[in-house]
């Protein structure tokens, strides 16, 4: 079964720089989406690519997806304390709908 | 337009006995899913429902285990007898379409077995 592996597994910057996150999976994918989860919160949709995209914008965020490496990224510029959240990637292989999580990557974006 | 609902937020029971967690989805929304995150480890897949249909249930470990989604509404899932590893967060998603659609989580509902 394909599995997401995220890395780094922890960021700590500083507010106002940029955080990157990666992502890599293992089999065909028709979708990859990006989900924030704050301390003891539910998970909020941060941006859907589809397999045939292969960069997307949404405000400050921009994901990239490279389907022959397997390998999504997201991009969080300007960052700001209220960033401070996990980060997770999950795909959907089209298969039936369901979604295969990466491990997540814990950001602390310090004031 | 009302987000997914999980109830309760918290549950605290000691190991043998039952809980049951409630998930409504959006409304329209005819796929609803269950997930669960153990501590320290990865969000995995529980079930899958459409409508009123378990389209996926590859994912539930055992059969101490129950989902319903009577009517194609709301959603329940029952642990019983809870064990003390399945202590952990319980989310439910739902989406208008089967693949390809976004899907939208719920708080979860953290489940803590003594």
């Known amino acids: 079964s394909q599995q997401g592996e995220e890395d780094p597994q922890a960021l700590s910057i500083q507010e106002g720089e940029n955080a990157t996150m990666n992502c890599s999976y293992k089999?065909?994918?028709?979708?990859l989406q990006w989900y924030r989860q704050n301390s003891g919160r539910g998970l909020v949709h941060l941006i859907l690519?589809?397999?045939?995209?292969r960069e997307k914008h949404s405000g400050r965020l921009r994901v990239t997806l490279d389907t022959s490496k397997k390998s999504s990224s997201l991009l969080i510029t300007a960052s700001r304390a209220a960033d401070t959240a996990s980060y997770f990637c999950?795909?959907?292989?089209?298969?039936?709908?369901?979604?295969?999580f990466g491990q997540g990557t814990e950001l602390s974006v310090k004031p | 337009e009302a987000g997914v609902t999980q109830f309760p937020s918290h549950s605290v029971i000691e190991k043998g006995q039952t809980v049951t967690l409630r998930c409504d989805p959006i409304s329209g929304h005819d796929n609803l899913y269950w997930y669960r995150r153990v501590m320290g480890k990865e969000i995995k897949f529980l079930l899958h429902f459409v409508k009123e249909s378990k389209q996926d249930e590859s994912g539930m470990p055992n059969n101490r285990f129950l989902a319903e989604r009577t009517g194609g509404t709301y959603s329940t899932l029952k642990v019983q007898p809870a064990e003390l590893e399945d202590s952990g967060v319980y989310f439910c998603?739902?989406?208008?379409?089967?693949?390809?659609?976004?899907?939208?989580f719920g708080p979860g509902t953290r489940l803590t077995v003594l």
């Open positions: 690519i589809r397999s045939n995209e």
């Open positions: 089999t065909s994918i028709n979708n």
């Open positions: 998603a739902s989406s208008r379409f089967r693949t390809g659609d976004t899907q939208y």
């Open positions: 999950a795909t959907d292989d089209n298969q039936g709908g369901k979604l295969i």
